[in-house]
DNA sequence: CCATTTGCTACGAATTAAGTAGCAATACTA
DNA sequence: TAGTATTGCTACTTAATTCGTAGCAAATGG
């Protein structure tokens, strides 16, 4: 399979030639579906079916493009009860999950003006 | 100018037909760049040139989108001095600054194995 | 004035994502 | 154990996004 585009430490990405981690990270993050995808997971291991269900409209093409992605990143992996988040895909969760939070709040006052 | 593409509150995005927040802030911060841009802003105001500099490789056609849409989102607006954090987009920054270090401790394990 | 710098726009090419159909492998059922 | 359903995809075509380069109008500087 293709490998060219996965985002790697050291090797040159969106936003950094040399590869910084937070920029390896936005690159990876910053494409579609992706941070859903760890949102959902965070409930629990889903099976592809699943995972497509919990990601409305997400086409199986990208849903798995994007799993090779983060399971190549070791954010995500596939057990026998479907795909779960590892060690490093559920701290990420948890840094991300105050967005959930702040998102109710920025919308409230986007509606505001 | 095209406005349909433009994630809202309320209306369908990538990840909700309803349109909740947080599948509403993943549409717009996953796209390429934007969670760069965030990022470089927090350094202080800057001119498009400047951005673009900060920002390696950004073509001006995107960088241009997504600042329109990050101004629409409030998150980032225009002043005397450049382009600059809103309060909520310096409140979104700081929600996403840890990971920062979590992704160089994250790279640092990506190589190990 | 005249030269720079700035903030873009235009436009064609390349890459990425969507949408739909369907198939091979496994699990379930009668 | 043969038949049925479910699962995890792949194939393929079309649509949308992003890139890359050129360059221009307006503001700024000397």
């Known amino acids: 399979m293709d490998n060219s585009s996965q985002p790697t430490p050291g090797k040159p ?3 950094s030639k040399t590869g ?3 920029m390896v990270i ?5 494409r579609s579906w992706a941070m859903g995808i ?3 997971l965070n409930n ?3 099976t592809f079916r699943r995972l497509q269900e919990y990601c409305e409209n997400i086409s199986p093409t990208t849903l798995n493009t994007r799993i090779k992605e983060l399971t190549k990143a070791k954010l995500i992996t596939r057990t026998v009860d479907g795909y ?3 060690d490093h895909g559920l701290e990420l969760f948890k840094l991300i999950h105050p967005l ?3 998102a109710r709040n920025w919308a409230k006052n986007y ?3």
């Open 26 to 30: 936005f690159d990876l993050l910053g």
């Open 111 to 113: 509606k505001d003006t």
């Open 44 to 46: 629990g291991p889903s």
């Open 38 to 40: 760890i949102w959902h």
């Open 20 to 22: 910084q981690p937070i």
């Open 100 to 102: 959930g939070k702040w």
């Open 13 to 15: 990405v969106r936003g």
């Open 84 to 86: 779960t988040l590892t």
